[in-house]
């Protein structure tokens, strides 16, 4: 039985930081990265396969361009598993299944700016990549998940509550953390763990991308570095829910005692991110 681990959005910030912690000590036949920057990709296997591994086996680095957004992007993914295990039935016919030993749901992205000044079909786009797609690539990947497999879907501090001027955002997020814990109350009993990854501002191209260029760098953003292995340290002792930074903590639990839509009014009003039109 072949064993992979894959990595979605991983040609960039926390999606190659996973990869370049897992890579070590990974125990997979397969380490795939999945985005649709082949370059990136390929620069991140060449990196990964001259670094020192704790474990004495091999494994295989396999960069797979994809646009995973959506329905078609999700279906695209169920291929992959299913041309998988067509070769390696063709190749050796003991060997009919896959296992996957770890799956991170790291792709996604947002936008800055009220929902009104935002192109609608960019904010159609976010919920398909940050809904769809991570709620297909976890149906498609069940089948093959077993007793020790993980699933870590990275959601935000912004799952808490509903924020002005990142309103689409926050609301995707807030479906994947409740979809995440959902799914490890169900599958907790076959010996599955699933994580919700739940970081405030990590140094990454999210705010490039989120303000189209407007702003390069999240401001006050935490090491990816740290955010990753704090996340990994969790998830082994099976929590469910991973937040680091005591701040985030704290804006966590003072979720729970603010009015949603006060919430909303006042990142509304003092929340404020630089954006260029989409």
Sequence with gaps: MKTLTIITGASSGMGME??????????????????????????????????????????????????????????LFKTLL??????????????????????INNAGFGTYGTFENTKTERQLEMIDLNCTSL?????????????????INVASLAAFMPLGNFAVYAATKAYVLSFTLALAAEVENKGIKVMALCPGSVSTEFANVASNGARKEVLHGLSAQKVVAHCLKKTKKGKHIAIMAAKWKFSAFISHFVSRYFGAKMTYKFSKRPSNPF
């Design 18 to 75: 996973f990869a370049r912690q897992i890579y070590p000590s990974c125990k997979s036949d397969e380490l795939w990265l999945l985005a649709r920057r082949k370059d990136k990709l390929e620069e991140l296997k060449h990196e990964l396969q001259k670094t020192k591994r704790i474990e004495n086996s091999s494994i295989a680095v396999k960069p797979v361009q994809i646009d995973l957004c959506g329905t078609q992007g999700a279906l």
């Design 82 to 103: 299913e041309n998988e295990i067509k070769s390696d039935s063709a190749e050796n016919k003991e060997n009919e299944q896959i296992k996957i030993d770890c799956l």
């Design 135 to 151: 709620t297909g690539i976890c149906g498609f990947s069940l089948p093959y998940l077993k007793k020790d497999s993980i699933i």
